[in-house]
C-alpha cells in the first residue's frame, strides 16, 4: 500500500543542525511533488517546503528559508530535509506529504498522503 | 497569525449540520484550489476535499466543500461523535509562493 515513513527526529540544542528523512513506497515516487509540514505542539498545521518531482522547483516557508533545504532521491525514493540553525520555535512534529496530482511544478491542490511524523525538540 | 481564517471552534448535536468557513484573499482562494483535512489528536491529518469540492475515494459524501470568491466552506452534516476533530482548510499564495493553512477549526459533537 502507499507509505510514507518518517524519521530522523531528536532532540537537539539551538543552533545545531538535524537531517530528516522520509521512505516512500506503493507509488511511482518520481513523479510526484513532497512536501513537509509541520506542528508545533498544541498548535495548528504550518507547511515548511515543497520538491517538485524532478527536483526543478523547490518552494519554502518564510520561517525556514535559508536556514531548510529539501531534497529527494528518486532512485532510493527517498525525500529529506536538512535543517540548519535551529532554534525553539523549530520545535515540532515533521510530517512528510504526497502531493495528488503526478508532475506537477507548482503544488496547486492537496497532498493526499501523510507520513506518521517524526518529532523534532530543539531545546538545550 | 493564519493568512487563512478559520474560526477556532465549531459545535453540534448528533445528527445535525455544521459549517466551517474559511475565509483567504484574492492571492490564495481567489485563484486557487481550496483543500480541507481532518486530524484526530496524535494523528497525521487526512484529506476530506480537495479541489474545492471534490472528495477521495473512501470520504462519506456526507462531507462536502464549496467556494465563493475568497472564502470557502466545509459542510458535514448528519455529525457523528467521530467527526470530533480539528479541521483545516489549506490553498496555494501565489503572492507568497508558498501553501498556507488556515489556523483550525475544533468540532465538538455535543
Known amino acids: 500500500q502507499v507509505q510514507l515513513v518518517a524519521s530522523g527526529g531528536g532532540v537537539v540544542q539551538p543552533g545545531r543542525s538535524l537531517r530528516l528523512s522520509c521512505a516512500a513506497s506503493?507509488?511511482?515516487?518520481?513523479?510526484?511533488?513532497m512536501h513537509w509540514v509541520r506542528q508545533s505542539p498544541g498548535m495548528g498545521l504550518e507547511w515548511v517546503a515543497f520538491i517538485s518531482y524532478d527536483e526543478s522547483n523547490k518552494f519554502y516557508a518564510d520561517s525556514v528559508k535559508g536556514r531548510f533545504t529539501i531534497s529527494r532521491d528518486n532512485s532510493k525514493n527517498t525525500l529529506s530535509l536538512q535543517m540548519n540553525s535551529l532554534s525553539a520555535e523549530d520545535t515540532a512534529v515533521y510530517y512528510c506529504?504526497?502531493?495528488?496530482?503526478?508532475?506537477?511544478?507548482?503544488?496547486?491542490?492537496?497532498?493526499?498522503?501523510w507520513g506518521q511524523g517524526t518529532v523534532v525538540t530543539v531545546s538545550s | 497569525q493564519s493568512v487563512l481564517t478559520q474560526p477556532p471552534s465549531a459545535s453540534g448535536t448528533p445528527g445535525q449540520s455544521v459549517t466551517i468557513s474559511c475565509s483567504g484573499s484574492?492571492?490564495?482562494?481567489?485563484?486557487?484550489?481550496v483543500f480541507w483535512y481532518r486530524q484526530l489528536p496524535g494523528t497525521a491529518p487526512k484529506l476530506l476535499i480537495y479541489?474545492?469540492?471534490k472528495r477521495p475515494s473512501g470520504v462519506p459524501d456526507r462531507f462536502s466543500g464549496s467556494e465563493s470568491g475568497t472564502s470557502a466552506s466545509l459542510a458535514i452534516s448528519g455529525l457523528r461523535s467521530e467527526d470530533e476533530a480539528d479541521y483545516y482548510c489549506?490553498?496555494?499564495?501565489?503572492?507568497?509562493?508558498?501553501?498556507?493553512f488556515g489556523g483550525g477549526t475544533k468540532l465538538t459533537v455535543l
Open positions: 484574492t492571492s490564495n482562494i481567489g485563484s486557487n484550489y
Open positions: 479541489g474545492n469540492h
Open positions: 506529504a504526497k502531493d495528488y496530482l503526478v508532475m506537477i511544478q507548482i503544488p496547486i491542490d492537496a497532498f493526499d498522503i
Open positions: 506503493g507509488f511511482t515516487f518520481s513523479t510526484y511533488g
Open positions: 489549506g490553498t496555494w499564495d501565489d503572492s507568497v509562493s508558498g501553501v498556507l
